[in-house]
């Protein structure tokens, strides 16, 4: 690594190459974002042909984002399996408590390390950061029930430090977006269906293809709740923005009303406040 990036980091670097080779062989879950991707090459880097990837292939996952993980891989040179996310297996994925993510990451770890086993890998090791902590996510319960390694988080590498690095790297992920499962968009206690995570990706692909990087569509029924980041708003609203194409685009996918969140793009939005059972159902606390 070169010496343009700081010394703290660096033996965070260190650090992660150490894990990895102490780790002998690993297959990486990896979805092609920024922190699976440096995962990734790292991993390549430390263990040569003793790492391979393992891509869901999945309802909740957009497809361009699993035609950028097939191409990432093929890129790093490293032996790819997909396997079907069979969702459908795990009902309490569907019904979207705010346990949702435990049983998603349950399900697919359980088939993952199977798959890692059965091809003679020591351990299924994931992309989650140092900054994971700090948001809702039961998913990480899973991991460690699975007892899947995190070696990012292992050695305190942050997701800005992991931008640096994967730039440093020549890695053309250093600057994704953040990326979350279509399900995310979706509130607590409203069942997940087909019909939902296709209008809500093909609504994002939208908002891609004008040119928007930092967004979420929320899924409130009728409603869509567009969050955009602080830099992308006011061209948003100036006039001759994309208001009419965007209002088109989402009323033909299913939505009535299209609305702008004024508090802007944030991860976990659908983790703002507490949640409680009444009368069988997921709602928040008032």
């Known amino acids: 690594m070169n010496k343009t990036i700081n010394a703290v980091t660096l033996k965070k670097y260190d650090k992660l190459i150490e894990i990895l080779k102490e780790l002998n062989s690993v297959a990486v879950a990896f979805s092609g974002g920024v922190d699976s991707s440096f995962l990734l090459h790292t991993a390549k880097e430390a263990l040569g042909e003793k790492v391979m990837a393992i891509t869901v292939i999945a309802s909740m996952v957009p497809e361009q984002e699993q035609q950028r993980a097939v191409q990432m891989a093929k890129e790093t040179g490293v032996y790819h399996r997909l396997m079907p996310g069979n969702e459908e297996a795990e009902p309490r994925i569907a019904e979207n408590s705010p346990e949702r993510c435990y049983y998603c990451k349950r399900h697919l770890f359980t088939m993952m ?137 989402f009323k033909v996918a299913g939505f009535k009303y299209i609305s702008l969140d004024l508090e802007g793009y944030r991860t976990g939005s659908m983790n703002e406040g507490k949640w409680k059972v009444e009368s069988g159902k997921w709602k928040v606390e008032s």
């Not at 430090?161 to 600057?175: C, D, F, M, P, V």
């Not at 569509?217 to 965007?246: K, N, T």
Request: proline share 4%; glycine share 8%; charged share 30%.
């Open 113 to 249: 390390k199977a798959m890692t086993e059965e091809e003679g890998f020591a351990y299924l090791v994931d992309g989650t950061n140092a900054d994971d902590a700090s948001d809702y996510r039961p998913g990480r319960k899973a991991l460690k029930e699975l007892q899947i390694r995190s070696p990012l988080e292992e050695a305190g590498l942050t997701k800005d430090e992991i931008r640096q690095l994967s730039k440093e790297a020549g890695l053309s992920t250093w600057n994704l977006p953040a990326m979350a499962c279509l399900a995310s968009r979706i509130p607590y206690g409203t069942q997940i269906t087909a019909e939902k995570l296709r209008r809500i990706e093909s609504c994002e692909a939208f908002l891609l293809e004008l040119g928007y990087r930092e967004f979420r569509v929320r899924d409130h029924g009728e409603v869509a709740r567009i969050e955009l980041g602080y830099s992308e708003m006011p061209g948003f609203l100036r006039s001759g923005g994309h208001q009419e194409e965007i209002i088109r685009h």
